[in-house]
């Protein structure tokens, strides 16, 4: 069965910590990758995307991922998180073939101390 | 103007009663979810339409109808609610056009209490 997992369920960092938030999916054919931001008692909103390409994405608030093909990984990172990037983060998976589901993560919880 | 709003933002029920959700979007987009969220559970899809004409069951459709009335409107209905169905509900679309790549546009959620 296609599945998300995020390994890391709470997370709490010290502004200007360093954050890597991990993500693998089990599906063996092509997806698109999602991070999804939810900040405290909002909807959520799209962080980056990756499609095709360079593996390497860049997305809003300083915010990048990295796609690894081979290790099924769509890691989430940031050099230097504040305190306003306190918030629910997850990671979705889209295959692009068959039922255009979309598969999401559970969520990783991040805390940014001030 | 939100693109994708959702009806009510907070309800509270008792057991029993019969609950409906209203989402309506103005992206012009034929493919519309609707997620449940739980604590520690992430997202989990109940239902999903692609047109006006196609609807699906998700991975916890149970205790769960939907209609839609229009390409812009997909409601949740529950016919008889119960106290674990008390989640966070969100409406989603997209569209699968190139440009987009089937990116999902949240609504601002519903949070429904069932007592």
């Known amino acids: 069965a296609q599945s998300v997992s995020q390994h890391n369920h709470h997370v709490i960092l010290s502004e200007a910590a360093s954050l890597e938030l991990g993500c693998n999916y089990s599906y063996g054919g092509t997806v698109n990758l999602f991070w999804y931001v939810q900040y405290p008692g909002q909807h959520l909103q799209l962080l980056l995307k990756y499609f095709s390409g360079d593996p390497l994405v860049k997305g809003i608030k300083g915010f990048e991922a990295e796609f690894i093909k081979s290790k099924f990984s769509f890691n989430l990172r940031k050099p230097s998180v504040q305190w306003s990037d306190t918030a629910e983060y997850f990671c979705a998976v889209n295959p692009t073939s068959g039922t255009y589901k979309y598969i999401f993560g559970t969520g990783t919880r991040l805390k940014v101390l001030a | 103007d939100a693109d994708v709003t959702q009806t009510p933002r907070n309800r509270i029920t008792k057991t029993g009663k019969r609950i409906m959700l209203e989402c309506s979007q103005t992206k012009g987009h034929d493919r519309m979810y609707w997620y449940r969220q739980d604590p520690g559970l992430g997202l989990r899809l109940i239902y999903y339409s692609f047109d006006v004409k196609d609807i699906n069951k998700g991975e916890i459709s149970d205790g769960y109808s939907v209609s839609r009335q229009a390409q812009a409107k997909f409601s949740l209905s529950l016919e008889s609610a119960i106290p674990n169905q008390t989640a966070l509900y969100f409406c989603?679309?997209?569209?699968?056009?190139?440009?987009?790549?089937?990116?999902?546009?949240f609504g601002p959620g519903t949070r429904l209490t069932v007592l």
């Open positions: 989603a679309t997209s569209d699968p056009g190139v440009a987009n790549y089937n990116e999902q546009f």
